[in-house]
């Protein structure tokens, strides 16, 4: 048997015998180098070849598989610093800090939150004089609406740098500033808000995001009033899939997933997406409905993908 698997890899280069799932490294894997014979590319076309050996040797992503799927069962470890292995098989984005994050190591200074607090006044004053309405809108991450499912030795400490940014803004500022928060924890009560193997929130989180927004703006603009969940068709997803179950590299069931369908009497949106290949910029969702009044455009993260569906009936 062990001779056997130190074949495998050598075996799979020749016959393809791995049919495992590819895998989503978010990256390009190293192409086959091209040999320079000019003086001192030697090196580097070793150092080449060596990049594509490891992205492309036998079995690979078989190998990768099992040894997350071993990690995972046996010390209930992922094997990527970056995500943690919570209760009831709930995992949390754990990369810039997070963990110093939620325990409220990490705190802004009095001259951080001035300078949260300049910033955001311009950018409302610059958007005023234009006739443009202004809101801040912070999508809380998942820890901080299911802390109980952090593991144990993950503890809060103090209060955290949103619960200094939002108090100071809502003592000093007339900006708006709209904490999602308490919203989403009320709402778990009827059914969950965010993904077990996901960083972010699921549809019926973006949902309840889309109506605290709303009635934040309907303090702006008297006529607007959000839609009620009746609107659409639930349905309940169970699927493969995640951006930390890929993380680490494991095909975990998520039970967390709902969809939600517009039904016949809500106004038929246009929607397209411009992608930019930009590091840092991913393109343009743009959502039209000849039934409303008014534009909107929001920046966001990720998270607000969920929220430009919801978003264009209203704009």
Known sequence: LFAALLWMPRLDTFFHFDHAPALNE??????????????????EYIADMEAYFNDHFGCRKQLIRWHAEWKYALFHSGGEPNVIIGRDGWLFYAAKKMVEHYQGVQQF?????????????????????????????????KQTIYPEYLPRWLTRMRDTKLDQLTAYMHAHSTVE???????????????????KNDSHWNDFGGFVAYQEIIKALSRQYPGLKPLSVDSFGQRQ???????????????????????????????????????????????????RNFKAEGNIVVFHDSFGRDLELFLGYHF
């Open 26 to 43: 978010n990256r390009s894997l190293a192409e086959f180098p091209q040999l320079d014979f000019a003086i001192g590319n030697l090196t």
């Open 109 to 141: 200074t009095p001259q951080d939150l001035l300078d949260w607090q300049t910033l955001l006044e311009q950018r409302r004053n610059w958007l005023a004089r234009r006739g443009i309405e202004y809101i801040f809108v912070i999508a809380p991450d």
């Open 177 to 195: 500033v709209l904490d999602l928060r308490p919203a989403l924890r009320d709402a778990r009560r009827i059914r969950p808000t965010y993904l």
């Open 237 to 287: 997803v169970t699927k493969f899939e995640g951006d930390l179950a890929q993380c680490i590299g494991l095909d975990i069931v998520e039970n967390n997933d709902f969809f939600l369908k517009p039904k016949s009497n809500l106004p038929a949106l246009e929607m397209t997406v411009n992608l930019v290949e930009h590091p840092s910029f991913k393109g343009m969702a743009f959502t």
